[in-house]
């Protein structure tokens, strides 16, 4: 918030709304994504990697328990759906996906105000905390997934085994059918990226907004304060469940869409 | 809602971080994992086998019992029937004994009784033909009568 300008509500978000756009390459980056999402992503990653380590297949530390409970919850989920061989390539992307998606979306649980406050001390203006909120976070996975899928669709059946998918299912070989059958697979291969991305970024974005009305009705008053602070504790305790809900839903989408590139029709 | 240079470079960060994963977190956690599985079954398999051995060993000890008191048996019927049989040979003995004792003394007494009569009867004779000689008031020639003597003994 530059000093002198008055805060209006619309101010106020559209303030908290923006990002720390910077010049690069010859065009924009978002640098708040960008610092917090690999900020994130090296605390997740790497205290997997430092507690990977020191593993000991002996009686393991609590902390190691812990990691260990993390990755053998991801594998039963990739297991249960995944028939290949999950150790190469899909169960160490799935957790990837869930820590990183899972951090990213905690950040959400800062106070906002508080960390503008503290980063504008730093310097920038403009910085939002949480990546996922950001749509280019959620496009820049679901889209690499979706380039996964269709690698790993080509990988696995071959080039001729894939266009041949694309073009006799689901409907049937018959040559009248081709054209439905391509439609229906290009209407099937947009939607996946489509719904995979934009439910992560919904969400997170949806509950970042009614943050931020909360806490402009909180600068209304005393009720504002009282009533605000009320339904901002409610809203925070709901927001607990979707931030791992989200991370938990976007690695299953993930595991999902590589089984069923993994998998012929 | 703005598509930027932002998704190029977060999808460049995805792939590092999924790269990252699969080299250096994945495999080290797994591998200390599937150490400990294999660990625990043979723990476990070790322990059923002790167990199974401990039944095998208390099969066997039953069966050794078993043997040990059958030759105990065994030994005390045979120093059984070994003492019958010693005091059986010890009665035989003895009952030969006797009857060998027996014999002996009846032998003896028969000799006696024999050298008693013969006693007997040279005294006899010697009175006999002290009264004949005192009846015929004379000496017999105990030469010439030493026959008819000894006919008169054998015949008493």
Redesign the interface.
Known sequence: MAAGESLTTTSYIQHHLS?L?EP??G????AD??IT??VM?IIG?GF??W???G????V?TRR?AF??LV??FV?DQVAGMFHGDR???V???A??VFV?VLLMNATSFLPVDWAAGAIHLAGPEEFRLT?TA????T???A??VWFLMIYFNIAVKGLGGWLHELFCSPFGGNPLLWLFNFLFNVVEYVSKPLSHSLRLFGNLYAGEIIFLLLWVWAATGVSGVVFGSILGLGWAIFHILIVPLQAYIFMMMTIVYLQMAHESH | ???????????I???V??W???R?????????????RK?IAEGLAAAEKGSKSLDEAKVQIAGLLDEARGQARQIIDQANARATSILEEARTGADQERERIIQSAQAEVQQQINRARDELRTQVAGIAVAGAEKILAREIDPRAHQALLDQLAAQI
């Open positions: 990002f756009a690069f390459a065009g924009v980056i978002h994504t960008m999402s690999i992503g990653l997997f990697w507690v990977a380590r593993a000991t297949s002996g393991p190691q990691v260990e990755f053998d594998d150790h190469k390539f169960a160490p992307a957790l990837t990183w990546p950001d749509v280019n976070t496009f820049a996975l889209l690499s | 809602m703005s598509i930027n240079l932002t998704l190029i470079a977060q999808a960060t995805f792939f971080f999924i990252f994963c699969v250096f977190v994945w495999p080290p956690v797994l591998g200390a994992i599937e150490e400990r660990t």
